[in-house]
């Protein structure tokens, strides 16, 4: 079956590391991704790992795979007032993208 | 404009009514989704559609009716509008089926009373 998972709710302080969690089921998917929402607004690609990476980093962005557990975490490193917003974890099952619920990060100034 | 544009932004219906949520997209993409977003369920694939001519259904289909006649325009339609339809719906486009090439559109809400 299809399920994404993810914690709902993580707040930080501005400067700190955020790390987002997402356990996926599907594990054929060749890609998994992570995307943005900001407050009223569409989803934005924010990255995206191949699914036989371990690691991935762009910036202050570090993606980790564990293809064994099915998890898939995101990283932010340094976190700003910009960053908050929701993000969606996301796989590739056939020809469709399955997301996560979202992870509403709020990040105190 | 270049882009993915939809229409209206906000939409205010009642229980019954037929409403139609237009989609449209500047870069001659194949795919074209619509996707419901609701609270503690994140994104639900509604329809899509691979090329002209061609849909598919997605997660949560009933209810709505899509159609592509045109590349560029993906209309999404409510025959008869339930309360439970009340979301914000989004559509995006792709090139390809891999999730890194689809763009999303800003989204409509919809309350259905």
């Known amino acids: 079956g299809e399920d994404v998972e993810q914690s709902l709710f993580l707040s930080v302080r501005e400067g700190d590391s955020s790390v987002i969690n997402c356990t996926y089921t599907?594990?054929?998917?060749?890609?998994l991704y992570w995307y943005k929402q900001e407050p009223g607004a569409g989803l934005q690609l924010l990255t995206y790992i191949f699914s036989n990476m371990d690691m991935k980093q762009d910036q202050r962005l570090t993606v980790l795979l564990n293809k064994k557990d099915k998890h898939l975490s995101l990283r932010i490193a340094d976190t700003q007032t910009g960053d908050s917003a929701i993000y969606f974890c996301a796989e590739i099952n056939g020809n469709k993208l399955v997301f996560g619920a979202g992870t509403i990060l709020r990040v105190k100034s | 404009d270049a882009g993915i544009t939809q229409s209206p932004r906000y939409k205010i219906t009642e229980t019954g009514r037929q409403v139609t949520l237009m989609c449209h997209q500047t870069w001659s993409h194949s795919y074209m989704f619509w996707y419901r977003q609701d609270l503690g369920h994140g994104l639900r694939l509604i329809y899509y559609s691979a090329a002209a001519d061609i849909t598919d259904k997605g997660e949560v289909p009933d209810g709505y009716v899509v159609s592509r006649s045109k590349t560029e325009n993906f209309p999404l339609t409510l025959e008869s509008a339930t309360r439970s339809q009340t979301s914000v719906y989004f559509c995006a486009s792709s090139i390809g089926t891999s999730g890194k090439e689809q763009f999303f559109g800003p989204g409509t809400r919809l309350t259905v009373l």
């Open positions: 599907d594990s054929s998917s060749t890609y």
